[in-house]
């Protein structure tokens, strides 16, 4: 029997009309045929606590242990007593081993500070109880922490900070202003020494804490070169990212002055870059540099030696990929961990200059699978250096895209090849358990998204069991410190590597590594751009071109295709497909730890485009004029799926699955052709089936 081409063209516009409802049930309790809990080595910090060592995370004997994370936000990290345990037991089903607790730093509900006082320097002994009582439910299914000390505090009168109410989230401020270093370190202090009393351990004692991080998405060095350092905010209250009050400017002039020695000069606006002498340029860039690199030896030597945490250390993330990240990467490198974040066309923000609020958004929508040199894979790969374990604990296809089928799937596979330490996505809930509806409220919540929750699940088979092989050849850079600040005024056209020379391609061949910062050397990289994009394990393969983008992955215990399939037809050693869709992710994976052709229980995932109920974008499908409501509803992935090489097989049926990882409808026999074993998709629709092979 002949197929046609992998995904017949069929426009998105026109299948507006067949979005159906599909709902994701995180209080389903019942027992799952995708439940993969069984990557978790529970109860976590069992085998003694992590470490930085050879350039991974290690257990005590140095067994790798690697992370498939999500982020708890705000409300969220501190669920009532009642929901704590099925949260915790709802993400271990879908083989998350860490969370990343985001604005712990907040007041309550939003966070532990408490709301009552005039100061924050004090948590809501409720929160507080709640948060521990929530670690200790996640340390019994083999769900580890990561702690984030300094996110989104906003001093109060009470804090004796200068300005309080004009500075934000005092990005930048928090490297050099006394007052605040001296407050980071009281916060960290009662954090890390408080005893959770349903573990028994203080946190800095705490083997299933996996890390501790200094500062979130803060660099003394980008807000210099992003114009955040002149000293004129003046409206209080105002956001997140924020110039510093005059007050602030003329403290840190009078330590530029100090630092120099010799003279007094102005402090260099990013407008005066180009035109500015080498060596005045470079003598500024090595300032602000050296400010970051005493913070983080500092705030590390205080956890560390005077709190004697035992958990590896982040400083912060390599963020701003549209600008050089080396200098932050220099210094934070210093500590355990490197980490980044990036996401794929981040929504574009509109504000009321007035108020500062938003009032709107503008998103690229656009599929990064035509786009490989710009993907959130070659961005993130800039930032791992050499020795150091290196993690992704913010990353996203933020909510509407309407290609975020593409995200996790891919870079679950790519992490793989590139041999990093860990991927949190960005995040999993802001709201507290008792306001979950089956909605998307707005850009990042994966908890309601369909399609994402299944690929989670297929996407920790991928990355914790390494089903991807690590590249043969690791590409390493070197930087001189000149090479360093010199790229801070480089041109943004060779973002995101700020590397004349060096071809973007290669992080989807090979791995690649910042080596040294202490002399200047690049490898030789010969050719062209290949195409496709080939790994040079041959596991990967990324096909790019206007509307015809496809990344395949072909490994025997994990395979799939994702992107396009106009006039294409594609496979993987076990699997093809004949879909309607013109563009979806299609994962397969064994759950018994075989490989695909001979497994007895494989999980499948078809997953397309995801909205509310209602949803209306405007014209240009940039932005949207409605939300919509409640429930979630999806595109389904409709045709037929065929599973080839299955050896020794005599029957295969599919089970399609609810949001909740239960049976829905009828288990259906896969037909027996020439080609293969073709398994009807789409109706029910769903986004994950139960495959059962018996022999």
């Avoid at 993130?380 to 933020?398: D, F, I, M, Q, W």
């Avoid at 069991?465 to 690791?474: H, M």
Wanted: with cysteine; aromatic share 10%.
């Amino acid at each position: 029997m002949k197929f046609p081409a992998l995904f017949t063209l069929l426009s998105l516009s026109a299948c507006a009309a067949g979005l159906e409802p599909f709902p994701m049930d995180w209080r389903a309790g019942e027992a799952s045929p995708a439940d993969v809990s069984f990557l978790l080595d529970a109860p976590a910090g069992r085998h003694g606590f992590l470490a930085s060592r050879g350039g991974h995370l290690v257990w005590p004997g140095g067994r790798r242990f690697r992370i498939w994370g999500v982020n708890f936000t705000a409300a969220a990290t501190t669920p009532a007593k009642e929901d704590a345990p099925r949260v915790a037991a709802h993400l271990a089903r879908f083989g998350i081993n860490c969370v990343r607790f985001h604005f712990l730093d907040r007041t309550a509900p939003n966070g532990l500070l408490d709301a009552t006082r005039d100061d924050t320097r004090a948590f809501d002994a409720a929160h507080l109880d709640r948060f521990d009582f929530f670690v200790a439910e996640l340390k019994k299914r083999g769900i580890y922490t990561n702690i984030n000390l300094n996110v989104g505090r906003t001093y109060k009168a009470g804090d004796g900070v200068k300005d309080h109410e004009l500075l934000g989230f005092a990005k930048a401020l928090t490297y050099f202003d006394p007052r605040l270093l001296e407050l980071q370190r009281e916060c960290a202090r009662a954090l890390l020494t408080h005893r959770n009393p349903y573990t028994g351990a203080e946190y800095r004692h705490e083997p299933a804490v996996a890390i501790v991080e200094l500062v979130n998405e803060n660099s003394l060095v980008e807000s210099w070169f992003s114009g955040r350092l002149l000293g004129q905010a003046r409206r209080p209250n105002p956001g997140t990212w924020t110039d510093i009050p005059a007050s602030y400017e003329r403290d840190l002039t009078r330590l530029f002055h100090a630092w120099l020695k010799k003279e007094d000069v102005a402090r260099l606006a990013p407008k005066e870059f180009a035109a500015a002498p080498r060596e005045r340029f470079h003598r500024e860039a090595a300032f602000y540099m050296d400010l970051e690199r005493r913070y983080f030896r500092q705030m590390g030597d205080f956890l560390k030696r005077e709190l004697g945490v035992k958990a590896p250390i982040a400083g912060t993330s390599d963020h701003n990929h549209g600008a050089s990240g080396y200098p932050l990467l220099a210094s934070a490198s210093q500590l355990d961990i490197v980490d980044g974040h990036v996401y794929w066309q981040h929504p574009r923000y509109f504000t009321d200059p007035a108020t500062g609020r938003q009032t709107g958004f503008e998103i690229g929508n656009s599929p990064m699978v035509n786009d490989p040199l710009n993907s959130t894979v070659v961005q993130l790969s800039r930032s791992a250096v050499a020795g150091k374990p290196y993690t992704v604990s913010e990353v996203n296809h933020p909510f509407p895209a309407e290609y975020a089928a593409e995200g996790i799937p891919i870079l679950a596979a790519y992490a793989a090849l590139q041999d990093w330490d860990g991927l949190f996505w960005y995040t999993f809930e802001h709201k507290t358990p008792a306001e979950w509806r089956p909605v998307q409220p707005r850009y990042f919540e994966i908890r309601p998204d369909p399609v994402k929750m299944a690929q989670i699940a297929a996407g920790a088979l991928v990355f914790l069991r390494a089903d991807v092989r690590a590249a043969v050849r690791t590409v390493k850079r070197s930087y001189s410190m000149d090479e360093v600040r010199e790229s801070i005024r480089m041109d943004r056209r060779e973002r995101p590597f700020f590397t004349p020379g060096f071809p973007p391609w290669v992080p989807l061949r090979s791995a690649t590594r910042i080596e040294s910062f202490e002399r200047a050397e690049l490898p030789r990289v010969t050719g062209g751009q290949p195409s496709p994009i080939v790994s040079d394990t041959g596991e990967l393969a990324w096909q790019h071109g206007e509307q015809s983008g496809l990344v395949r992955v072909d490994t025997p215990r994990s395979q799939a295709l994702i992107g396009f399939g106009k006039a294409r037809r594609e496979k993987t050693a076990n699997l093809s497909a004949a879909v309607d869709n013109e563009f979806c992710a299609i994962t397969l994976g064994s759950l018994d730890g075989k490989p695909v052709a001979e497994a007895s229980r494989l999980l499948l995932t078809t997953g397309a485009r995801v909205a509310n109920t209602g949803m209306q974008w405007d014209e240009k499908r940039k932005t949207l004029l409605d939300w919509g409501t409640e429930p979630t509803v999806i595109e389904p992935v409709t045709g037929a799926i065929v599973l080839t090489g299955l050896k020794g097989a005599v029957k295969v049926s599919a089970q399609p699955l609810d949001g909740g990882g239960r049976p829905l409808g009828a288990l259906r026999s896969a037909k027996k052709s020439a080609a293969g074993w073709e398994i009807p998709v789409g109706r029910p629709a769903t986004v994950w089936y139960a495959i059962a092979v018996d022999r």
